[in-house]
């Protein structure tokens, strides 16, 4: 915050308060090694990811196919499979407190589950497009396309506060399918194959990995469409293992990150 003293036109003194914003150093380029790849079913349009007890969770999208899957990681079997109504488009997940937590795109509205049975509970009400969530362990963290992330309440759904998310260039718009870990936020930028870590406290970007070979080019000529991109993190604590995968791709991948 910047304050010049002015003089006003009575002769009076006042103070004009102008916010700077002062951006972060340039994240740390993080390397990675590919240790396993599993297969992934295809038509899965990947929105959110996240692995509990040797399973992961998946969130998928499309009007008409979006859905809550349980998957074998060794396999990529759908276990489970909970189609939502075809009115909604499936966006991020999470799972908290006994619930897991399903956003909706362009709806306003997150579905939630059992996360022991997969049965649907109630529905919560939010103000803004849905697109990745996470949590830190007390509360949901969402993002909507821009480059805030919105620390929600997961009893009412509640704002608590926003994020504004920096790097050295600027704001960090497109912040997609999110991942907490050790007070970092790991963020999908949509359309890229990019990847940030974010300082959860300040919004910095700390970190970034670049996934532009993460797939061969004969598996990317095979993708169908332009939104087939990168987007699904999980995280396996136990093994410091990441898992990554794309909307439609024919692979999940295991991946350390040097950080």
Known sequence: ?????????DGKSAVAVVPVTVLPAAPKGFKYKVVATHAHDRSSFTQGLYYKDGFLFEGTGQYGASALLKVEPSSGKIVTKIPIKDKYFGEGIAELNGKIFQLTWMNGLCLSYDATTLQPLKSYSYASQGWGLTTDGKNLIMSDGSNKLTILSPDNFEQLRQIQVYDSNGPVEQLNELEFVDGVVWANIWQSNRVVAIDIESGAVVGEVDFSNLLTSAER??????????????????????????KCWPKIFEIQIAR
């Open 221 to 246: 000529k095979t993708l169908d469409d332009i939104d087939h991109v990168l987007n699904g993190i999980a995280y396996d604590k136990s093994r410091d293992i990441f898992y990554f995968t794309g």
């Open 1 to 9: 915050v910047s304050a010049n003293n002015a003089k006003l036109a």
